[in-house]
Nanobody, 115 residues
Framework: QVQLVESGGGLVQAGGSLRLSCAAS????????MGWYRQAPGKQRELVAL???????NYGDSVKGRFTISRDNAKDTVYLQMNSLNPEDTAVYYC?????????WGQGTQVTVSS
């Protein structure tokens, strides 16, 4: 089992920035991939950013150039730096981990961007 604890969501004005953090209960060296998905009301959950154990990174098309994912293996934590936020980024952001071929999710943190 992997527990994921997220922090850093909140309310921000358009053009602003936020940083999300996700701490894992297991060593990040044992986790194949960690990252973030988001789900807006009435929409499907979508990929935001994913980083593998080998540090390969994938971003969702809508966040490329604005969001940056990073990983601190010493703290077993993944970060999502979100810049140039716009109202379309409003969603619940979920931390994700792939461990031993099983998917794990955090409880979600709300990000709201006002226009």
């Amino acid at each position: 089992q992997v527990q994921l604890v997220e922090s850093g969501g909140g309310l921000v004005q358009a053009g602003g920035s936020l940083r999300l953090s996700c701490a894992a209960s297991r060593s990040s060296f044992s986790i194949s991939a960690m990252g973030w998905y988001r789900q807006a009301p009435g929409k499907q959950r979508e990929l935001v950013a994913l980083i593998t154990r080998g540090s390969s990174i994938n971003y969702g098309d809508s966040v490329k150039g604005r969001f940056t994912i990073s990983r601190d293996n010493a703290k077993d934590t993944v970060y999502l730096q979100m810049n140039s936020l716009n109202p379309e980024d409003t969603a619940v952001y979920y931390c994700y981990a792939l461990w031993l071929s099983h998917n794990y999710w955090g409880q979600g943190t709300q990000v709201t961007v006002s226009s």
